[in-house]
C-alpha cells in the first residue's frame, strides 16, 4: 500500500523502518532516493491529468488493478497470512484505499496540483499524533511546534490569495478531502505496524491493498453507471503511473534504500517530494502561484521539518 507520501509515513516512523543502521551508501544509492522523490511528487499532477479523463472512483480502481497482481506476485514464497489476521488486514485495506486513496482523489479533483501536494504533505504530521494516541511515543514541544506552524502553513494554502486560476479550481471541500485522506493514510501506517510485524511488510501490504481493491470496485461500477467512464491513453497512462511506480516499485524501493540508508538521510531527501510536484504542476497544468500560497509551503515544509527532527 503505497501512493505519494508513502515515504513520508514510514519515515515518520523510523524505529520501525531503519533495521539496518548502515552509513556505508553510496551516490548510486543517493540517485535512488531522488527518483523516488520524483516518482513520488509526481504522483499528484498525474493524478490531476487522470481526473481529466476518468472519474474519481473508476481512476482509483484501475490504479489498483494495475498494482494488487505485482504486490501479490512479491508475496511468493513469502511469509503466508493466517486466517485470523484476515479481518483486520481486511479492515486495514478498506481504510487505506476505500477512505485514504479515495478521499485523496476526490480531493485532488477538488484543488490544484500544487495545493494537493502541499496538503498531502502532512502525513507525517498525523502519524506523530496518532503514534503518540496508539503506540504511547511521547510528543515534545518542538515537535508540537511543528505541528502548529505546519498546520497554519495549511491555512494559508488553502485560504491564501492565490491568483484567479488557482483558486477556480481549490475549493474548502477539496482541501477537505485531502486533509480526511492524510488522516486516514496516517492512521493506516501506524495501524500497520504491528500487523507487518508479525506478518511481514510485503504480505500485509498485497493483501490488505487486495481488500480495499475488491471494496472500492462495486463504487467503481456504480460510478460508471453515473459518469461513463471514457478509457484514454491519458487516462490509462496516468493509472498505470499510479499503480505500477507510484504504489509498487516506490514502496519496494524505499524498503530496499532504508536496508543501506539512514532513515533520517532517507527522509531528508524525500522532503523534496513537495518540491517536485510544485514545479511538475506549473509545467503540466500551468499552476500559477501567489505569495500566501508561497509562504504557506515554506510554513509547511518548515513544521515538517521540525516535527520530524527527533524520533
Given at each position: 500500500?503505497?501512493?505519494?507520501?508513502?515515504?513520508?509515513?514510514?519515515?515518520?516512523?523510523?524505529?520501525?523502518?531503519?533495521?539496518?543502521?548502515?552509513?556505508?551508501?553510496?551516490?548510486?544509492?543517493?540517485?535512488?532516493?531522488?527518483?523516488?522523490?520524483?516518482?513520488?511528487?509526481?504522483?499528484?499532477?498525474?493524478?490531476?491529468?487522470?481526473?481529466?479523463?476518468?472519474?474519481?472512483?473508476?481512476?482509483?480502481?484501475?490504479?489498483?488493478?494495475?498494482?494488487?497482481?505485482?504486490?501479490?506476485?512479491?508475496?511468493?514464497?513469502?511469509?503466508?497470512?493466517?486466517?485470523?489476521?484476515?479481518?483486520?488486514?481486511?479492515?486495514?485495506?478498506?481504510?487505506?484505499?476505500?477512505?485514504?486513496?479515495v478521499a485523496q482523489t476526490f480531493g485532488v479533483a477538488g484543488t490544484s496540483a500544487s495545493v494537493g501536494t502541499i496538503?498531502?504533505?502532512?502525513?507525517?504530521?498525523?502519524?506523530?499524533?496518532?503514534?503518540a494516541i496508539r503506540l504511547g511515543q511521547h510528543v515534545s514541544r518542538i515537535q508540537t511546534l511543528g505541528l502548529l506552524t505546519a498546520f497554519a502553513g495549511i491555512a494559508l494554502v488553502a485560504l491564501g490569495d492565490?491568483?484567479?486560476?488557482?483558486?477556480?479550481?481549490?475549493?474548502?471541500?477539496?482541501?477537505?478531502?485531502?486533509?480526511?485522506?492524510?488522516?486516514?493514510?496516517?492512521?493506516?501506517?501506524?495501524?500497520?505496524?504491528?500487523?507487518?510485524?508479525?506478518?511481514?511488510?510485503?504480505?500485509?501490504?498485497?493483501?490488505?491493498?487486495?481488500?480495499?481493491?475488491?471494496?472500492?470496485?462495486?463504487?467503481?461500477?456504480?460510478?460508471?453507471?453515473?459518469?461513463?467512464?471514457?478509457?484514454?491513453?491519458?487516462?490509462?497512462?496516468?493509472?498505470?503511473?499510479?499503480?505500477?511506480?507510484?504504489?509498487?516499485?516506490?514502496?519496494?524501493?524505499?524498503?530496499?534504500?532504508?536496508?543501506?540508508?539512514?532513515?533520517?538521510?532517507?527522509?531528508?531527501?524525500?522532503?523534496?517530494?513537495?518540491?517536485?510536484?510544485?514545479?511538475?504542476?506549473?509545467?503540466?497544468?500551468?499552476?500559477?502561484?501567489?505569495?500566501?500560497?508561497?509562504?504557506?509551503?515554506?510554513?509547511?515544509?518548515?513544521?515538517?521539518?521540525?516535527?520530524?527532527?527527533?524520533?
Amino acid at each position: 500500500m503505497s501512493n505519494s507520501t508513502t515515504s513520508s509515513t514510514i519515515t515518520a516512523n523510523p524505529s520501525k523502518t531503519s533495521g539496518a543502521q548502515a552509513h556505508d551508501y553510496s551516490p548510486r544509492h543517493l540517485g535512488a532516493m531522488l527518483l523516488l522523490a520524483l516518482i513520488w511528487g509526481l504522483s499528484i499532477p498525474i493524478t490531476k491529468l487522470g481526473l481529466q479523463d476518468l472519474p474519481p472512483l473508476t481512476l482509483t480502481a484501475l490504479r489498483f488493478a494495475f498494482a494488487v497482481p505485482l504486490m501479490l506476485l512479491f508475496t511468493l514464497g513469502r511469509q503466508t497470512l493466517p486466517w485470523r489476521a484476515l479481518p483486520k488486514v481486511a479492515a486495514l485495506g478498506l481504510l487505506g484505499i476505500g477512505i485514504g486513496q479515495v478521499a485523496q482523489t476526490f480531493g485532488v479533483a477538488g484543488t490544484s496540483a500544487s495545493v494537493g501536494t502541499i496538503v498531502s504533505a502532512t502525513i507525517p504530521l498525523f502519524i506523530v499524533v496518532f503514534a503518540a494516541i496508539r503506540l504511547g511515543q511521547h510528543v515534545s514541544r518542538i515537535q508540537t511546534l511543528g505541528l502548529l506552524t505546519a498546520f497554519a502553513g495549511i491555512a494559508l494554502v488553502a485560504l491564501g490569495d492565490m491568483d484567479a486560476a488557482a483558486t477556480s479550481v481549490t475549493t474548502v471541500w477539496g482541501v477537505g478531502w485531502m486533509l480526511l485522506s492524510s488522516v486516514a493514510i496516517a492512521f493506516y501506517y501506524v495501524w500497520s505496524v504491528e500487523l507487518t510485524n508479525e506478518h511481514g511488510t510485503a504480505t500485509v501490504a498485497a493483501w490488505s491493498t487486495t481488500f480495499g481493491f475488491l471494496a472500492l470496485l462495486p463504487w467503481a461500477g456504480w460510478e460508471w453507471t453515473q459518469a461513463p467512464a471514457q478509457f484514454t491513453a491519458m487516462g490509462i497512462g496516468a493509472a498505470a503511473y499510479l499503480g505500477v511506480f507510484v504504489t509498487v516499485a516506490g514502496l519496494y524501493m524505499w524498503l530496499g534504500l532504508l536496508r543501506v540508508v539512514p532513515a533520517r538521510v532517507a527522509a531528508a531527501v524525500q522532503y523534496l517530494q513537495p518540491i517536485f510536484g510544485i514545479a511538475a504542476a506549473a509545467a503540466l497544468l500551468g499552476d500559477r502561484l501567489g505569495p500566501a500560497f508561497v509562504v504557506g509551503s515554506v510554513l509547511v515544509l518548515a513544521g515538517l521539518g521540525i516535527t520530524l527532527s527527533r524520533r
